[in-house]
Each structure stands twice: as structure tokens, then as C-alpha cells.
């Protein structure tokens, strides 16, 4: 692990540093630097004895899915579709991004005037 997220809080009789996702792992100190300090030693205690691993998280009900329309006499109807429609909305897009450059054009003359 390179870095990770520490919550720093002012409190009433000095610093309280809690370490993010870790709501049991914290410190106090009477400067920030101390609370840093403790919360570093904290942690290097708890992960001496732990470690932290990365579980990739499956979608059943979506792999499920899969494949469902691979038959659908329809499919290539409904993508041709969707490819149209996506046209045609860049087209309009574009059409107003034109305008809007126009616009910014007029206006940057008008500031270059004055």
C-alpha cells in the first residue's frame, strides 16, 4: 500500500486522526503532527498482523444475460436503430456547437473593440 486517506480534526484538546474505511483505527496528539505520528504507528501495528487484498466482486444476474439476444431475429434492426438515432443527435450536437462558436466569436469581437 503507497498512501492512504487519514481524517485530521481539530478537536478541543488537540488533533484526532482517523484513518478512512477504519472507523476503529484512530489517534489523538496535542499537535497534528503527533496525531500523524501515533496514527502511523497504529497502523503499522495493525497491518502487521493483517493485510489488505482486493476481491474482484462477480455479476451472476448480469452474466446471466448474456447472449439473450443473439437469435432475436430483431437485433440488428434495434442496432441499426441506435446507430441512426446516435447520428442524428451528434448532427444536431454539432449544429449547436457551430452556433455557440459563432456566438463566442461575435462576442470576442465585440470585447476586442471596446
Given amino acids: 500500500m503507497d498512501a492512504i ?6 478537536e478541543p484538546n488537540g488533533f484526532r486522526a482517523s484513518v478512512l474505511g ?8 496535542v499537535t497534528r503532527e503527533d496525531a500523524l505520528a501515533k496514527i502511523q504507528e497504529v497502523l503499522r501495528v495493525r497491518l502487521a498482523s493483517a493485510e489488505i487484498v482486493t476481491l474482484p466482486l462477480s455479476s451472476p444476474a448480469l452474466t446471466k444475460l448474456t447472449g439473450i439476444f443473439k437469435d432475436d431475429p430483431q437485433w440488428d434492426e434495434f442496432q441499426a436503430a441506435m446507430a441512426s438515432y446516435r447520428q442524428e443527435m451528434d448532427s444536431e450536437l454539432e449544429a449547436e456547437y457551430r452556433q455557440l462558436d459563432k456566438s463566442d466569436a461575435r462576442l470576442n469581437q465585440g470585447n476586442s473593440a471596446a
Fill in 5 to 10: 486517506s487519514i481524517l485530521v480534526e481539530n
Fill in 22 to 29: 477504519l472507523p476503529d483505527c484512530h489517534a489523538e496528539g
